[in-house]
């Protein structure tokens, strides 16, 4: 069973890179806007990563 603490842990930071995604492609024309798009991807990513990590060193 999934606690509290690692599904916030993991909801955050998959809401703030889904933010930065937003936001950069709002700013798409700007220099900013693919640097927030970059960024967001990012930590979707890492995120992901990080949980596959996690299971495989269980």
Avoid: D, Q
Wanted: charged residues 10%; without cysteine.
């Amino acid at each position: 069973m999934i606690t509290s603490f690692e599904f916030h842990s993991m909801l955050i930071p998959i809401l703030g890179g889904m933010l930065l995604l937003a936001l950069g492609f709002n700013f798409r024309e700007n220099r900013a806007g693919p640097l927030l798009m970059w960024l967001g991807m990012l930590l979707i990513l890492a995120t992901v990563v990080y949980k596959i990590l996690a299971k495989l060193a269980e």
